[in-house]
C-alpha cells in the first residue's frame, strides 16, 4: 500500500473515533483543518477522485478535498496550514477541472481545493458591458459556463482554448492558446483584475496598475504564487454565426507560408489554426459528415491514403444581416491561399457550436469508452527559424508511419503576449504551437502509454541535441533542474516571486517545481 493511502486511512480512522484517540502527528494537523468554521466544507471520501486527472497517468491521493463555500474558506485554509509552518508537510492544490495531464492539480497526502465549488453557476459571474466590456467570474467557472452566461448579453470573451470544459483558473495558470491567440494574444493577455489566495493565506486583488508583481506572477504561473478565486476577463461583442474552413496542402512549406501571411495580414480570419495528418485513410470521407465541399465531383476524385497532409482550418465570424459580406472578404482571403484547390471544405455553424466543438467529440469518444484513457500528450512551442528542420525529422522520420491522436500546429505572434507573465516562450517573432495530442487506449503496441512515449522522447531528444529553441506548454518536468533549464534567464524571477507570495512552497506541488519547505 502507498504510503498516502495509510496516512489517508489513518485520517479516516481518526475522525470515525471523533479525532482524539490516536496520536498521528499529519492526520493531527489535518483534524485541526477540520475545527475551521467554513461556508463550505472538507471531504474525505473523494480524495480518490481528486488524485485522478486527464493525462491518467499519476495518481497521488489528498489527505482531503475542501469544496470551499467562499474566497474566506480558501484563505482560512492557506492560511492555518501556513502557520503550521515548516514542521508541517500539507500541501494545498487547487484544482480546477482536473484536466492536467501528470498530477499538476494533485497533491499527495495534503488538501486539493476544488475550485469548482467556489463557482455557484451564474449567479457569481457579472457581466459589465459599456465601451470596455468584460466580466467578472469565479476560478473555479468553466469556460463553457462563461461562454453560456456572457451571450446572455450579446458578449464573449476573446480568446480561447480549444476546449472550453476547463476552468478559468486552470487555464489562466498555464496560458490558453487557441486560433485567436495570433490576433488577441493568450487568455493570460485577456485578463484586466484578479483576486488571488497567496500561499501566506492573504486576499490580494491585483491588475497592471495594482499589485502588479503578483498580477503578471500568477498569470502563466502554474498555481505556484496563488490561488485565482477571481478573474476579470475582457469581452467583445460576439458574432452569431461562423464560417468554419478546413484545406488541405501536401507541402509543408506553402501551408506555413500562408499560415503566417494570414496571422500578420491586416484583414484576416478571426481563427486560424492548422493539424498534421499523417497516413489516414480516407481523411475527406470522414468530414463529409460535417463539412461541405466546395467541388464535390473533384473532391470524390483527391486520394488522401497513405500521404502527409497539412491542413489548415480558419474561421470567419458573421451575423446573418452580413452574410454577403462574409462571403465577399473569405472568397478574396482565399484566393490568396496555395491549397490545393479540390481539398475546400466549409460549414456554417453558430458561434457556440463552433467554440464547444471539442466537446461534441468528447461525447463520441466517452460512447466508445476512449475519454478516460491514458494520454500521453507532448505540447511544444517552436520558433518559426526552425519549424522546417523540426517537420523534416518529426513528420518525415520520427512519425512516418503512425500517429494516435490528433497533431495540432499552427503560429502565434509574441507580440501579444506580455513578457512580465510567467509563462515561457521561445524568443522569436512568430512561433508555433505544436501539439501532439495522443490517447494511448491499448496496454501495448502502437496505442499504448510506452509506444507513445517512445515518440515522444525521440521528439524531445531531437529538439534538444539539433538545438531547435524548444519551449513545453504544459511541462511535465519533474526535477527543479530541468525547471530551471525551461526558464532559463528567467528563473531567477519566478523564483523571487515564490519566495515573495508562497515562501513555504504550500502551492500546487503536482508541478514538482519546489519543495514544501521543512
Ligand atoms: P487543472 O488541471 O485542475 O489545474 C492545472 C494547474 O493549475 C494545476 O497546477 C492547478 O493546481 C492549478 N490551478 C487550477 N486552478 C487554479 C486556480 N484557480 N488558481 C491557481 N492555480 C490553479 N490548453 C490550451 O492552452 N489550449 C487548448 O486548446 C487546450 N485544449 C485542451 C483540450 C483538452 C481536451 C484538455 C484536456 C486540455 C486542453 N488544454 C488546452 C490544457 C489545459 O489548459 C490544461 O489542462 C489546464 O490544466 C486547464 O485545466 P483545468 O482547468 O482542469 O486545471
Same mark, same amino acid.
Request: charged share 20%; aromatic share 10%.
Given at each position: 500500500?502507498?504510503?498516502?493511502?495509510?496516512?489517508?486511512?489513518?485520517?479516516?480512522?481518526?475522525?470515525?473515533?471523533?479525532?482524539?484517540?490516536?496520536?498521528?502527528?499529519?492526520?493531527?494537523?489535518?483534524?485541526?483543518?477540520?475545527?475551521?468554521?467554513?461556508?463550505?466544507?472538507?471531504?474525505?471520501?473523494?480524495?480518490?477522485?481528486?488524485?485522478?486527472?486527464?493525462?491518467?497517468?499519476?495518481?497521488?491521493?489528498?489527505?482531503?478535498?475542501?469544496?470551499?463555500?467562499?474566497?474566506?474558506?480558501?484563505?482560512?485554509?492557506?492560511?492555518?496550514?501556513?502557520?503550521?509552518?515548516?514542521?508541517?508537510?500539507?500541501?494545498?492544490?487547487?484544482?480546477?477541472?482536473?484536466?492536467?495531464?501528470?498530477?499538476?492539480?494533485?497533491?499527495?497526502?495534503?488538501?486539493?481545493?476544488?475550485?469548482?465549488?467556489?463557482?455557484?453557476?451564474?449567479?457569481?459571474?457579472?457581466?459589465?458591458?459599456?465601451?470596455?466590456?468584460?466580466?467578472?467570474?469565479?476560478?473555479?467557472?468553466?469556460?463553457?459556463?462563461?461562454?453560456?452566461?456572457?451571450?446572455?448579453?450579446?458578449?464573449?470573451?476573446?480568446?480561447?482554448?480549444?476546449?472550453?470544459?476547463?476552468?478559468?483558473?486552470?487555464?489562466?495558470?498555464?496560458?490558453?492558446?487557441?486560433?485567436?491567440?495570433?490576433?488577441?494574444?493568450?487568455?493570460?493577455?485577456?485578463?484586466?483584475?484578479?483576486?488571488?489566495?497567496?500561499?501566506?493565506?492573504?486576499?490580494?486583488?491585483?491588475?497592471?496598475?495594482?499589485?502588479?508583481?503578483?498580477?503578471?506572477?500568477?498569470?502563466?504561473?502554474?498555481?505556484?504564487?496563488?490561488?485565482?478565486?477571481?478573474?476579470?476577463?475582457?469581452?467583445?461583442?460576439?458574432?452569431?454565426?461562423?464560417?468554419?474552413?478546413?484545406?488541405?496542402?501536401?507541402?509543408?512549406?506553402?501551408?506555413?507560408?500562408?499560415?503566417?501571411?494570414?496571422?500578420?495580414?491586416?484583414?484576416?480570419?478571426?481563427?486560424?489554426?492548422?493539424?498534421?495528418?499523417?497516413?489516414?485513410?480516407?481523411?475527406?470521407?470522414?468530414?463529409?459528415?460535417?463539412?461541405?465541399?466546395?467541388?464535390?465531383?473533384?473532391?470524390?476524385?483527391?486520394?488522401?491514403?497513405?500521404?502527409? &497532409? *497539412?491542413?489548415?482550418?480558419? #474561421? =470567419?465570424?458573421? $451575423?446573418?444581416?452580413? /452574410?454577403? @459580406?462574409?462571403?465577399? +472578404?473569405?472568397?478574396?482571403?482565399?484566393?490568396?491561399?496555395?491549397?490545393?484547390?479540390?481539398?475546400?471544405?466549409?460549414?456554417?455553424?453558430?458561434?457556440?457550436?463552433?467554440?464547444?466543438?471539442?466537446?461534441?467529440?468528447?461525447?463520441?469518444?466517452?460512447?466508445?469508452?476512449?475519454?478516460?484513457?491514458?494520454?500521453?500528450?507532448?505540447?511544444?512551442?517552436?520558433?518559426?527559424?526552425?519549424?522546417?528542420?523540426?517537420?523534416?525529422?518529426?513528420?518525415?522520420?520520427?512519425?512516418?508511419?503512425?500517429?494516435?491522436?490528433?497533431?495540432? &500546429? *499552427?503560429?502565434?505572434?509574441? #507580440? =501579444?503576449?506580455? $513578457?512580465?507573465?510567467? /509563462?515561457? @516562450?521561445?524568443?522569436? +517573432?512568430?512561433?508555433?504551437?505544436?501539439?501532439?495530442?495522443?490517447?494511448?487506449?491499448?496496454?501495448?503496441?502502437?496505442?499504448?502509454?510506452?509506444?507513445?512515449?517512445?515518440?515522444?522522447?525521440?521528439?524531445?531528444?531531437?529538439?534538444?541535441?539539433?538545438?531547435?529553441?524548444?519551449?513545453?506548454?504544459?511541462?511535465?518536468?519533474?526535477?527543479?533542474?530541468?525547471?530551471?533549464?525551461?526558464?532559463?534567464?528567467?528563473?531567477?524571477?519566478?523564483?523571487?516571486?515564490?519566495?515573495?507570495?508562497?515562501?513555504?512552497?504550500?502551492?500546487?506541488?503536482?508541478?514538482?517545481?519546489?519543495? =514544501?519547505?521543512?
Amino acid at each position: 500500500m502507498k504510503p498516502s493511502t495509510v496516512y489517508c486511512l489513518k485520517l479516516l480512522l481518526l475522525l470515525a473515533l471523533g479525532g482524539v484517540t490516536m496520536h498521528v502527528p499529519e492526520a493531527d494537523v489535518v483534524a485541526s483543518l477540520g475545527a475551521l468554521r467554513l461556508d463550505g466544507h472538507f471531504s474525505f471520501h473523494d480524495a480518490p477522485a481528486a488524485a485522478r486527472d486527464f493525462g491518467n497517468r499519476c495518481s497521488l491521493l489528498p489527505a482531503a478535498v475542501l469544496h470551499p463555500g467562499s474566497v474566506a474558506d480558501i484563505a482560512a485554509t492557506v492560511k492555518r496550514v501556513f502557520l503550521l509552518g515548516r514542521n508541517s508537510p500539507l500541501t494545498i492544490a487547487a484544482r480546477g477541472h482536473g484536466h492536467s495531464l501528470l498530477g499538476q492539480s494533485q497533491a499527495e497526502g495534503g488538501i486539493v481545493v476544488k475550485m469548482e465549488s467556489l463557482a455557484a453557476g451564474a449567479t457569481a459571474m457579472k457581466v459589465h458591458g459599456g465601451p470596455w466590456p468584460h466580466v467578472d467570474v469565479p476560478g473555479g467557472e468553466l469556460w463553457i459556463n462563461v461562454l453560456h452566461e456572457t451571450l446572455k448579453h450579446g458578449l464573449a470573451p476573446r480568446s480561447w482554448t480549444d476546449y472550453l470544459h476547463l476552468t478559468v483558473g486552470g487555464t489562466l495558470s498555464n496560458a490558453g492558446v487557441s486560433g485567436q491567440a495570433f490576433q488577441h494574444g493568450p487568455q493570460i493577455s485577456n485578463v484586466n483584475q484578479l483576486e488571488i489566495v497567496t500561499g501566506r493565506g492573504d486576499v490580494v486583488t491585483c491588475s497592471p496598475e495594482e499589485n502588479s508583481d503578483l498580477f503578471y506572477a500568477a498569470l502563466g504561473g502554474l498555481g505556484q504564487f496563488g490561488i485565482i478565486t477571481r478573474a476579470r476577463i475582457v469581452l467583445e461583442p460576439a458574432p452569431k454565426m461562423v464560417r468554419w474552413i478546413r484545406v488541405l496542402y501536401s507541402d509543408f512549406e506553402t501551408f506555413t507560408e500562408d499560415q503566417e501571411m494570414l496571422i500578420t495580414a491586416e484583414k484576416t480570419f478571426d481563427y486560424i489554426e492548422g493539424f498534421v495528418i499523417i497516413n489516414r485513410t480516407g481523411v475527406l470521407n470522414t468530414w463529409r459528415t460535417s463539412f461541405k465541399p466546395q467541388d464535390p465531383v473533384q473532391a470524390s476524385q483527391f486520394q488522401s491514403d497513405g500521404r502527409v &497532409l *497539412y491542413c489548415l482550418e480558419l #474561421t =470567419k465570424n458573421f $451575423n446573418h444581416d452580413e /452574410a454577403d @459580406i462574409m462571403e465577399q +472578404e473569405v472568397g478574396a482571403l482565399l484566393s490568396r491561399l496555395r491549397y490545393i484547390s479540390s481539398t475546400l471544405f466549409h460549414n456554417d455553424v453558430t458561434y457556440l457550436e463552433f467554440l464547444d466543438r471539442v466537446h461534441t467529440s468528447e461525447l463520441k469518444l466517452r460512447a466508445q469508452g476512449l475519454w478516460e484513457v491514458p494520454h500521453p500528450w507532448l505540447n511544444l512551442l517552436i520558433p518559426r527559424s526552425t519549424i522546417h528542420k523540426f517537420a523534416r525529422e518529426v513528420f518525415g522520420k520520427i512519425l512516418k508511419d503512425s500517429n494516435n491522436g490528433p497533431i495540432l &500546429l *499552427y503560429p502565434v505572434n509574441r #507580440t =501579444k503576449w506580455n $513578457n512580465r507573465t510567467s /509563462a515561457v @516562450i521561445p524568443d522569436e +517573432e512568430i512561433f508555433y504551437l505544436v501539439g501532439f495530442l495522443s490517447s494511448a487506449p491499448s496496454s501495448s503496441g502502437h496505442g499504448s502509454v510506452g509506444h507513445a512515449m517512445t515518440l515522444n522522447n525521440k521528439i524531445v531528444d531531437f529538439c534538444n541535441k539539433a538545438g531547435v529553441g524548444m519551449k513545453q506548454y504544459l511541462a511535465p518536468y519533474t526535477t527543479q533542474q530541468q525547471w530551471k533549464a525551461h526558464f532559463g534567464a528567467r528563473w531567477e524571477t519566478f523564483e523571487r516571486r515564490k519566495h515573495t507570495y508562497d515562501p513555504l512552497a504550500i502551492l500546487a506541488p503536482g508541478q514538482r517545481i519546489f519543495p =514544501k519547505a521543512s
